[in-house]
């Protein structure tokens, strides 16, 4: 029993286990200088009645129990224990078993190197503020407000097994971590408030723990007046109770990561410049900003039974579900204002958007950056999904989609590589990219695709696009809509078509390439006179059922046409097709426009079946331009109002197969042949109903001629220019 004050100096090597039952009823000041720690009340009780002073000037330091104590310490009420005037700037300052009694606020401040230890047994029932460059609470009961900040390098994974039943301020302002509840469990009885003015961060959990944070119902988590600027706020096995919504608002550098085994049950809403949902649960609605300039890929495992809103503001993208699953059960917003965007799934994450919910853009839009879905579920047939983007933004849809609800879509940039569609789907691309979706995706429902800027938009491009229901192309830009490219292809199911849609074909080109229309259902594809499109069909192309094509511009550069064709050219461009085109049934086709129309430019043209060649307006049409054109049925020039070139370039006009056939046209507009060509079999005859003027090689290999007029003056003959 001391009734005096009591200053006492250990400078030693040796540990100095105090037994305990000492009674300190005066100023006790204890000073440690050497390199080994003061230990107190480590078997029995000791009871400080005055104040409390400790040093430790480079020394180990001094410890109230030792971590596993039997012996309690108690500080009577009005008194304190602080750091005395020599300070304490090394070892470790530990309480185990230590009660601090009465409402008096006590204060700590140790500096250096030291390291601050508070253990199960130990409460603090007055209000608690500790600065230390290394913090351990290691299972403190706490009545009244407890502030504790940390100043040093260094992570400290604190134990848990903590109760604050009073406010609690955690501050960082050094490069290492604050860790809770890493082993056992933390309960917050009172608000939260945390801060890190460009310290190392604050962590609830790990990432791995085992112990469990449980805020109470009633209060809130928040960052505090100084601010959030750098470091990490992380949440692992952290369960907030109740339905105070909470708001959490980090910047300059910090990230927000939210782990496995975290549940709100309040309204949250969070900004932070980087942002990771590793495995959380949100039962109310919940809104994540992300504003920094880093890619962040959340692996996922998230729950949102809540409405949820992702915005992105920075130049960082935010991803998620890049490796786990994520289960939306209330409605999705998207928001991006500045160019990172958001990714749906990215790796091998997945995600599934539950029944009767739907995904959107916000109220503050989506005007940069990608809005990409990959492995992405949205299950249920209604509603349905708008997705209406402005700006420079781009909207991908990846391999591992399916959405099965209607779906309307507008963005800058537009790309399809692997998704398939269920529903009715309508998507608009208004940017000035040229766009190239790789295909494997799937149309199940009703397709609309509508080009309105100066991008085109290329689908198909290595992998097969199957359209199982009807597909409506509009353009009204210059951009122009693809179909199948490089080795890419597309196929459209028997009974549906394929057609402009509502918003009219004005400009820009409609490319098929390595398509193929299954069934005999009738095609109609019409632009109209009045714009500058162009129906271009390439190698590759196969329509089955009848074709009806009226477009400003017409290429035909490898189809093949087993229905009854009639294409017409109405437009003041200038049209050069290759050639390579197989029609096996009658085909019409019209040049009524201004511009030229030339055929077979580099390969050959078989028709196979009856043809209609007509010229009825301004423009020239040049058939078997450079390559040969042959022609197994009946040809017909009739309702052409200017004479119609055959062979300008070298390409020879064959006329083949076997029986009778005729060749007729206008009397005033008779063809003009520069090289012919003879060519039937079985006996089969030509009978020529129109004079043709010939003016180069004339090859008469197998078959026979017979002209309609027995006069040179008559309709119906040959003639043979003088330069033959």
């Known amino acids: 029993t001391f ?118 047994g130990t409460v603090f029932n007055a209000d608690v503020t500790a600065s230390a460059p290394r913090v351990y609470l290691n299972g403190g009961l706490y009545q009244g407000q407890a502030s504790f900040a940390k100043t040093g390098s260094g992570n400290d994974n604190s134990d848990g097994g903590n109760t604050f039943n009073g406010p609690l301020e955690l501050t960082t302002t050094g490069p290492g971590e604050i860790r809770m509840h890493v082993y056992g469990d933390d309960q917050y009885n009172d608000d939260v408030t945390v801060t890190n003015p460009g310290g190392g961060g604050i962590r609830f959990g790990t990432g791995s723990s085992a112990g469990i944070g449980t805020l109470a119902a009633g209060h809130l988590l928040s960052v505090g007046s100084g601010g959030f600027t750098a470091g990490i706020l992380s949440f692992n096995n952290f369960k907030q109770l109740g339905t105070t919504p909470h708001s959490l608002t980090t910047t300059g550098t910090s990230t927000l990561i939210v782990y496995t085994g975290t549940e709100f049950n309040a309204p949250l809403t969070t900004v932070s410049p980087r942002l990771y949902l590793n495995g959380g649960t949100f039962q109310d609605l919940s809104k994540f900003t992300k504003s920094g300039a880093v890619n962040d890929a959340s692996t996922g495992g998230n729950t949102f039974n809540g409405p949820c809103e992702f915005t992105s503001t920075g130049s960082g993208e935010l991803w998620l579900h890049a490796t786990g699953s994520d289960a939306f059960n209330n409605d999705v917003q998207v928001n991006s204002t500045s160019t990172g965007g958001i990714r749906f799934g990215q790796n091998g994450g997945s995600a599934t958007l539950a029944s009767g919910r739907t995904i959107a853009v916000g109220a503050a839009g989506f005007t940069g950056g990608n809005l990409l879905f990959k492995n992405f579920t949205q299950l249920g047939t209604a509603p349905s999904n708008t997705l209406l983007c402005t700006g420079a933004a781009a909207l991908y849809f990846q391999s591992g989609n399916t959405f099965h609800a209607p779906l309307t879509t507008t963005s800058s940039a537009l790309f399809f590589n692997g998704t398939t569609f269920n529903g009715t789907l309508y998507c608009t691309k208004t940017g000035a990219s040229t766009d190239v979706s790789t295909g494997g995706n799937t149309f199940n429902g009703a397709t609309d695709l509508i080009v309105n800027g100066n991008g085109a938009l290329q689908l198909g491009n290595t992998l097969a696009d199957a359209f199982n229901d009807d597909l409506r192309v509009s353009c009204n830009g210059t951009g122009g809509i693809w179909l199948g490219l490089n080795s890419g292809s597309a196929t459209l199911a028997s009974g549906h078509t394929i057609s402009v849609g509502t918003g009219g074909f004005t400009n820009g080109l409609l490319n098929l390439r390595n398509f193929t229309q299954l069934g005999g259902t009738a095609q109609s594809i019409v632009m109209g006179a009045g714009g500058s499109g162009t129906l271009q069909i390439r190698t590759g192309v196969t329509f089955n059922g009848p074709l009806t094509s009226d477009t400003p511009g017409l290429l035909l550069d490898g189809g093949t046409f087993n229905g009854t064709t009639t294409m017409t050219k109405r437009g003041t461009a200038n049209n050069s097709s290759r050639g390579g085109n197989t029609f096996n049934a009658p085909a019409r086709l019209e040049n009524l426009g201004s511009g030229q129309l030339l055929l077979a430019n580099v390969v050959a043209d078989l028709f196979n079946d009856d043809a209609e060649l007509v010229r009825a307006g301004a423009g020239t049409m040049h058939v078997a331009y450079t390559a040969n054109t042959t022609f197994m049925g009946d040809v017909s020039l009739v309702g052409s109002t200017g004479i119609i070139q055959f062979g300008q370039n070298g390409g020879a006009t064959v006329i083949g197969g076997s029986g009778d056939r005729a060749f007729d046209g206008v009397a005033a507009f008779p063809p003009n042949v520069r090289h012919f060509r003879m060519n039937t079999s079985g006996g089969g005859r030509l009978f020529l109903n129109v004079t043709m003027d010939i003016y180069g090689a004339t090859d008469f290999m197998n078959g026979e001629i017979h002209a309609a007029s027995t006069t040179s003056t008559g309709n119906g003959i040959v003639r043979f220019a003088s330069t033959c």
């Open 3 to 120: 009734n005096a004050p009591v200053n006492t100096t250990m400078t030693g090597a040796s540990a100095v286990n105090s037994n305990g039952g000492n009674a300190f009823n005066s100023t006790l000041d204890l000073t440690v200088t050497g390199s080994a720690d003061l230990r107190l009340h480590v078997n029995n009780n000791d009871t400080f009645a005055d104040e409390v002073r400790v040093n430790s000037n480079g020394g180990a330091g001094i410890r109230f129990g030792t971590g596993s104590s039997s012996g309690t310490g108690t500080l009577a009420a009005g008194h304190t224990v602080a750091v005395g005037s020599g300070g304490f700037d090394a070892g470790v300052l530990l309480f185990d078993n230590f009660v601090q009694l009465g409402t008096t606020p006590q204060s700590l401040t140790t500096t250096g190197s030291s390291t601050l230890y508070i253990y199960g």
